[in-house]
């Protein structure tokens, strides 16, 4: 039985490839739900069709935005870059593929709710996550992508910068995690930490752009990507671009643990005006966070992308561990979400699995993309629910069948 949980809303948990994700901080007798597999355990189990969720209701809330965000995982299967990912979970780059086809095709061709059942029990197979717990139960935040203003030029309004991606970043080829710094000479080493990054000034001349301090700063790090209104009024959208090999801690967590705040007062308004009376206090528990992400302009019609490389769409993408779930395919969230005035909704609903982040680790984890500004970031900071995710994948004798 899902619920929503009693909670405090904190400053970034974790990066989000494309937006900003909220931290959350509960009793310490909760469930683990960041606990990872066990060694050889599957994140995925099959489920019969009598213990199917209902597929129904998620067919009845369709619509043209979750049409745009299928077609942009078909257009990132078409690449063939997306193969590398492949095969993971049994699931073939072929069957994923050609799974998110069929079900576009049957979302906007079944007449009735029923068809669209009959059809869905006849070539597909359904997948729920084993959750945190082995019984599905995953945990679902929310994450949305903020505005900020910013320059292209250094000024003592705009003085904190925004970093590209170095050349000597070296990341993992096979899951696009962060290894380390490439020396000279060949070797690899770990990166500094955050305090000496800044202190040092080592990305002098890799700046891409500043915004209006250090708060700013870190929230698009935590956030992974921003739409940045510039002094000529004209707008930048910038995204991930990489990350260094160094721990993330929680600005909200720092807070707390140093007594700034307490837990009933802990929001990102309040750290904000603890920011502007004491800066150097709240810049140095931002310090605390070893992690630190470098960015990338993108056009404004790509924007926000996920980590697929592809744009995400409010409430219809989703973020999780891509080191354990199939990329880009069609998934069926079950759980609860809080409406603008507090109320709690029943959110049954079809979306895409196009993005990760770094507080996304393990089956019981997942993030809902909400939207872009104010509004969504509303939605993003009441977003705390247990729930199920479910899979949605061709049987394998059914894949070419429908390639006909």
């Known amino acids: ?164 991606r170095p050349a000597d970043l070296v990341t993992d080829p096979s899951s696009g995690e962060p290894i380390g710094r490439k020396l000279s000479d060949g070797s690899i080493t770990p990166w500094p930490a955050r305090k000496e990054i800044e202190s040092s000034n080592m990305f002098n001349g890799n700046e891409l752009v500043w915004v209006v301090d250090d708060l700013d700063a870190y929230t698009i790090h935590v956030n992974g990507s921003a739409r940045l209104r510039l002094e000529n009024g004209e707008l930048m959208y910038i995204g991930y671009a990489g990350k260094t090999d160094r721990p993330y801690t929680g600005l909200g967590s720092s807070v707390l643990k140093a007594g700034l705040l307490s837990p009933n007062k802990l929001s990102l308004r309040n750290i904000r005006r603890l920011y502007d009376r ?38 219809r993408s989703i973020a999780t561990d891509k080191k354990i779930f199939p990329r880009g395919g069609l998934v069926l969230v079950d759980t609860d979400v809080r409406s603008l005035t507090g109320e709690i909704q029943t959110f049954t609903q079809f979306m895409v699995d ?29 977003q705390y629910a247990e729930g199920n995710l479910y899979y949605i994948f061709l049987k394998p004798e059914s894949i070419a069948a429908v390639q006909h």
């Open 278 to 315: 004491n800066p150097k206090q709240v810049s140095n528990l931002i310090n605390e966070n070893e992690s630190f992400v470098f960015f990338r302009e993108y056009d404004g019609n790509s924007w926000p992308a996920g980590s697929l490389g592809v744009p995400v769409t409010a409430e």
């Open 354 to 382: 196009q993005d990760t982040g770094g507080a996304i680790r393990a089956p019981g984890r997942a993030d809902l993309f909400m939207g872009i500004g104010p509004t969504a970031g509303i939605k993003a900071g009441g």
């Open 1 to 164: 039985m899902r619920k929503i949980l009693s909670i405090i809303i904190i400053l970034a948990l974790g990066a989000c490839n494309s937006s900003q994700n909220t931290e959350t901080i509960a009793n310490n007798t909760g469930p683990e739900y960041s606990k990872p597999l066990q060694p050889g355990q599957r994140a995925l189990t099959h489920i019969p069709t009598d213990k199917w969720p209902d597929l129904g209701e998620a067919w009845e809330e369709r619509d043209l935005f979750l049409r745009d965000s299928l077609d942009n995982s078909i257009a990132w299967f078409d690449a063939p870059s997306s193969k590398q990912w492949f095969p993971i979970e049994g699931i073939t780059h072929e069957q994923a593929k050609n799974s998110v086809i069929a079900l576009r095709a049957l979302l906007a061709t079944c007449k009735t709710k029923n068809e669209f059942l009959y059809k869905l029990e006849t070539n597909f197979d359904v997948y729920r996550s084993v959750g945190c717990d082995n019984d599905g139960t995953v945990l679902f935040t929310g994450y949305y992508s903020p505005d900020f203003y910013a320059s292209t030029t250094p000024s003592r309004r705009y003085n904190a910068p925004l970093y590209t």
